[in-house]
């Protein structure tokens, strides 16, 4: 079983930053993707940024330019870094890892999500 933990959300002015983290354990063979989502109220969960195992990045347009996505040192956390944010970043992050267990079947684990409040 693959459990994720965050942590970094919170309330910030327009223009400001904020840094996501989302750790790791469990009983894995691998990790192919880390990624960041967010669902605002009465919208669909939408991918924010993603990372695979090889290091190549993926953003939302929306993003795209201020915010970065990286894997700490040891492979079992990922940051979202979040800067000049918006009103409209406003929602609940979700932390998602995908790859395979010891078994070598498919797993995709989500984190409990973190609220970023962006106040204009």
């Known amino acids: 079983q693959v459990e994720l933990v965050e942590s970094g959300g919170g309330l910030v002015k327009a223009g400001g930053s904020l840094t996501l983290a989302c750790t790791v354990s469990?009983?894995?063979?691998?990790?192919?993707?880390m990624g960041w989502y967010r669902q605002a109220p009465g919208k669909q969960r939408e991918l924010v940024a993603s990372v695979n195992s090889g290091g190549a990045t993926n953003y939302a347009d929306s993003v795209k330019g201020r915010f970065t996505i990286s894997r700490g040192d040891t492979k079992l956390t990922v940051y979202l870094q979040m800067n000049g944010l918006k009103p409209e970043d406003t929602a609940v992050y979700y932390c998602?890892?995908?790859?395979?267990?010891?078994?070598?079947?498919?797993?995709?684990?989500w984190g409990q999500g973190t609220q970023v409040t962006v106040s204009s």
């Open positions: 998602n890892v995908g790859g395979y267990d010891r078994a070598f079947q498919r797993y995709d684990a």
């Open positions: 469990g009983n894995f063979f691998s990790m192919n993707v």
